[in-house]
């Protein structure tokens, strides 16, 4: 098993920025990725970004390229999402994850999750 908590979500005015937080503890040897997804109210869970936790390999949906940042510190054994320029639309509550496959977006492909953050972009 593969534990994941989460923080750092929040209210932030659009424009701001907020770093989420995922803590890893378990059987982290099984992981190869982690990824983040978001959930908005009504809508499906939807993928944001991942990273090969080895290579450091990453990947982003086109709607966060160039505001959000996938890293990881592996001596912390964590995950971060580092969210520049936010938009009223990038509110939803958010959810690490880890998966022993490589970079996959879709959720189905994941075996571990979080509890997930709340993140409001207030416009």
């Known amino acids: 098993q593969v534990q994941l908590v989460e923080s750092g979500g929040g209210l932030v005015q659009a424009g701001g920025s907020l770093r989420l937080s995922c803590a890893a503890s378990?059987?982290?040897?099984?992981?190869?990725?982690m990824g983040w997804f978001r959930q908005a109210p009504g809508k499906e869970r939807e993928f944001v970004a991942a990273?090969?936790?080895?290579?450091?390999?990453?990947y982003y949906t086109d709607s966060v390229k160039g505001r959000f940042t996938i890293f990881r510190d592996h001596a912390k054994n964590t995950l971060y999402l580092q969210m520049n320029s936010l938009k009223p639309e990038d509110t939803a509550v958010y959810y690490c994850a880890a998966t022993g496959s490589y970079i996959v977006t879709l959720a189905s492909e994941y075996d571990y999750w979080g509890q997930g953050t709340q993140v409001i972009v207030s416009s």
């Open positions: 990273i090969s936790w080895i290579s450091g390999y990453t």
């Open positions: 378990g059987r982290t040897f099984s992981r190869n990725a």
